[in-house]
Nanobody, 126 residues
Framework: QVQLVDSGGGLVQPGGSLRLSCATAGTTFDYYAIAWFRQAPGKEREGVSC????????YYADSVKGRFTISINNAKNTVYLQMNSLKPEDTAVYYC???????????????????WGQGTQVTVSS
């Protein structure tokens, strides 16, 4: 059983930055796809970014390309989402998810992700 703990959310002004973390305890992300999803009030959950742990390939939603960066640490037990130039429309609860697969889904689908973090709130407001 993979347990994920996501953290790092908070309140930030437009144009600011936050770094989210998704940590797993007792295991590592060997041959996993680890993704970030977000859900804004009244909206469906959407894929934000994904990284394949075995080759480091990354994917981003068009709405965050050039502003967000996903990465994994050398120990392969923590995935980060660096969020820069934040906008009010980035406000949402962010969830990390992991699945033992080789490749991310470039469409950002959440289908098949077996393990989820509890979510961390990101609020972008002046």
């Amino acid at each position: 059983q993979v347990q994920l703990v996501d953290s790092g959310g908070g309140l930030v002004q437009p144009g600011g930055s936050l770094r989210l973390s998704c940590a797993t305890a007792g295991t590592t992300f060997d041959y996993y796809a680890i993704a970030w999803f977000r859900q804004a009030p009244g909206k469906e959950r959407e894929g934000v970014s994904c990284i394949s742990s075995h080759d480091g390939n990354t994917y981003y939603a068009d709405s965050v390309k050039g502003r967000f960066t996903i990465s994994i640490n050398n120990a392969k037990n923590t995935v980060y989402l660096q969020m820069n130039s934040l906008k009010p429309e980035d406000t949402a609860v962010y969830y990390c998810a992991a699945d033992p697969r080789l490749f991310c889904d470039p469409d950002g689908s959440e289908v098949g992700y077996d393990f989820w973090g509890q979510g961390t709130q990101v609020t972008v407001s002046s």
